[in-house]
Nanobody, 115 residues
Framework: QVQLVESGGGSVQAGGSLRLSCAAS????????MGWYRQAPGKQRELVAR???????NYADSVKGRFTISRDNAEDTVYLQMDSLKPEDTAVYYC?????????WGQGTQVTVSS
């Protein structure tokens, strides 16, 4: 069964940077779209950024110009470079992959930004 394994979360001060990684294992087919979502306490899960297999990207307005999503298709891995982090970026970040058989979610990784 396909699994998504996330890494790279942690705590950082405002203005700092973090890089998240998410690798899909046991894949037979590569996902079309891979992306990152986040959920802050008391809020709904929201899209942060996503990228197609051909490199088309979409970003939430709140992260444009600060976050960069990239992908290694050969390794079925997606990255999220987060720069100029703000306290409001604090959340659990979830990786998502859209496979022909359906969506798969990672277990989530905590990102905490202190002021």
């Amino acid at each position: 069964q396909v699994q998504l394994v996330e890494s790279g979360g942690g705590s950082v001060q405002a203005g700092g940077s973090l890089r998240l990684s998410c690798a899909a294992s046991r894949t037979v087919f590569s996902p079309n779209v891979m992306g990152w979502y986040r959920q802050a306490p008391g809020k709904q899960r929201e899209l942060v950024a996503r990228i197609t297999s051909t490199g088309t990207t979409n970003y939430a307005d709140s992260v444009k110009g600060r976050f960069t999503i990239s992908r290694d298709n050969a390794e079925d891995t997606v990255y999220l470079q987060m720069d100029s982090l703000k306290p409001e970026d604090t959340a659990v970040y979830y990786c998502n992959a859209d496979f022909p058989s359906g969506d798969i979610w990672g277990q989530g990784t905590q990102v905490t930004v202190s002021s």
